[in-house]
């Protein structure tokens, strides 16, 4: 089993900033390319941003020069640093993972349960 839980989601005003961070645990060989997410009702769950194995980042149109990707590959943390934020960001956020649990085994794509973000206006 592996589990991705995403933590630091809010209320915060506009201009404001929040730290998300998604915890990755279980049975990890390897994780591969890890992202972000966003989905608000109604609409497609949309990429924000994606960072590699190796930390190559890169970020939707959207939230570029204000979302910053990293991770702890140590530590199996992804985090999403989001300053300057407007109500447009205002959605749930889920982190994904792609993810080879065992020596030779397949790469799954993992979800977390996802954490609301509201920015209040």
């Known amino acids: 089993q592996v589990q991705l839980v995403e933590s630091g989601g809010g209320l915060v005003q506009t201009g404001g900033s929040l730290r998300l961070s998604c915890a990755v645990s279980?049975?990890?060989?390897?994780?591969?390319?890890m992202g972000w997410y966003r989905q608000t009702p109604g609409n497609q769950r949309e990429l924000v941003a994606g960072i590699t194995g190796g930390g190559v980042a890169n970020y939707a149109d959207s939230v570029d020069g204000r979302f910053t990707i990293s991770r702890d590959n140590a530590k199996n943390i992804m985090y999403l640093q989001m300053t300057n934020l407007k109500p447009e960001d205002t959605a749930v956020y889920y982190c994904?993972?792609?993810?080879?649990?065992?020596?030779?085994?397949?790469?799954?794509?993992?979800w977390g349960q996802g954490t609301q973000v509201t920015v209040s206006s």
């Open positions: 994904n993972a792609n993810i080879r649990r065992v020596i030779g085994g397949p790469r799954y794509n993992d």
């Open positions: 279980g049975n990890v060989f390897a994780i591969y390319t």
